[in-house]
């Protein structure tokens, strides 16, 4: 599965948008890009998933570019319970979900 | 509908005893996942399974470690002879089928070995 690049942290005030970008530049046709999310202590828990288009459901929107070569998670409105380790990974349905250090967003109040 | 669950929460061993962490998939799911999160690190694949059968094992240590999911009851993640390095959170998933959209993953068992 393709390597993804993460910022290693990030700050969002809470109320506002939360924009966690993600490069993927070596992903393959037949790869998705799953985002996932550990909030401190827990399991991690999965928030979204896309091959080409955009996607958008209750918890957030992603964006993945025309080229598939990066994408981004948007948290709308971000609350101080969003704060967590994102994790962006590019997986072929069927292999295992391969986990890197992700982005630690710290929302402030 | 219960999620995925994990027993014990925390487990405390000592240094050469055996852990045994049991994980309960979500009703109706026959595939699970075993991950271990060592302190300050991210999520590292160990085990695969299907119910009676190991499908993959590439992230499992060589030695001291295994894993089952019998017909019946919990899977099982065994440790033998415990060193300090054992020491992590370790998280169990499970899904529907192979050609899945995303795991669902239990709280974790946090392993310490004193």
């Known amino acids: 599965d393709a390597k993804t690049t993460q910022p290693t942290s990030m700050d969002c005030a809470e109320g506002r948008a939360a924009n966690l970008p993600c490069n993927h530049s070596t992903i393959s046709g037949n790869e998705y890009v799953y985002w996932y999310r550990q909030i401190h202590s827990q399991g991690p828990q999965y928030i979204i998933h896309?091959?080409?288009n955009n996607e958008t459901n209750e918890m957030a929107s992603l964006i993945i570019t025309e080229d598939r070569k990066s994408s981004t998670l948007i948290l709308p409105h971000a609350t101080l319970r969003d704060t967590a380790v994102y994790y962006c990974?590019?997986?072929?349905?069927?292999?295992?979900?391969?986990f890197g250090t992700g982005t630690s967003l710290t929302v402030i109040p | 509908n219960a999620g995925v669950m994990q027993n014990p929460r925390h487990l405390v061993r000592r240094r050469g005893q055996e852990a045994r962490l049991r994980c309960s998939p979500m009703k109706g799911h026959s595939h699970v996942y075993w991950y271990r999160q060592l302190p300050e690190e991210g999520l590292k694949f160990m085990v695969y399974l299907q119910k009676e059968n190991i499908i993959d094992e590439s992230g499992m240590p060589k030695e001291r470690f295994s894993a089952e999911f019998p017909k019946e009851g919990p899977s099982i993640l065994r440790i033998q002879q415990v060193v300090r390095g054992d020491s992590a959170a370790y998280f169990c998933a499970s899904s529907l089928d192979r050609e899945n959209y995303g795991y669902t993953f239990g709280s974790g068992t946090r392993l310490t070995v004193v």
């Open positions: 990974i590019v997986r072929v349905h069927g292999n295992q979900f391969y």
């Open positions: 896309g091959l080409k």
